[in-house]
């Protein structure tokens, strides 16, 4: 089901968390706090939203991380739903589109909750003080999919090119000190796959 990001909570806090990437290894919060800036990324393997994105947004990650922008990306969908969607699965995404930032499993969908996360891909990019700066689109680009209109939203546009502008601007503001970009606009993807007993009311 489309989704549109909530793009709520600007100023507030990055929530902590400890999960587990591809490997087995625990990644938290904390790992990147000599990062000025951090943007998390909900994502899965199987949206077509988020392979619309994917090379373009591994090659951005790879070429911010020299300028202070540190990257993790988390699946918080249930492979109940969907089985490629495990973590197996998560770690051949990883070798398949050279991934170069982690790339965690959120089993119990705690951290996709507490961020307020609706569909993927959603972006949270946070400052120096890990409040959030830009929770908009990665840019104006979706693929083209038999997907009914958001009511009140115009069309997604399927003819323009992945080029990752409306990160970028936030990005390069955040980390030059400037005022977030504004209007931020909303991401659209498939919905996050919740489990029967953690589907919040805004899902």
Request: proline share 10%.
């Amino acid at each position: 089901m489309l989704r549109m990001s909530r793009m709520e909570g600007l100023g507030s806090r990055a929530h902590p968390f400890a999960l587990p990437d591809t490997n087995g290894r625990i990644t938290t919060l904390d790992d990147f706090s000599g990062s000025p800036a951090l943007l998390v990324a909900f994502i899965c393997n199987h949206c077509p939203f988020v392979l619309h994105l994917i090379e373009q947004f591994a090659s951005f990650a790879k070429d911010y991380a020299p300028r202070g922008l540190a990257t993790v990306a988390i699946s918080s969908n249930d492979p109940g739903e969907y089985a490629e969607d495990d973590v197996a699965h998560m770690a051949q995404f990883v070798t398949d589109h050279g991934l170069t930032f982690p790339y965690l499993h959120d089993e119990n969908q705690d951290v996709a909750l507490a961020y307020g996360a609706i569909c993927t891909p959603d972006f949270f990019l946070f400052g120096p003080d890990r409040t959030l700066f830009y929770a908009g689109q990665f840019d104006s680009s979706r693929p083209k999919i038999d997907r009914p209109p958001v009511p009140g939203l115009p069309p997604l546009r399927t003819d323009l090119p992945v080029t990752g502008d409306d990160m970028r601007v936030a990005v390069d503001a955040l980390l030059a000190g400037r005022p977030a970009p504004q209007p931020q606009r909303a991401s659209a993807g498939c919905s996050i796959k919740w489990r029967e007993d953690r589907e919040p009311s805004w899902a």
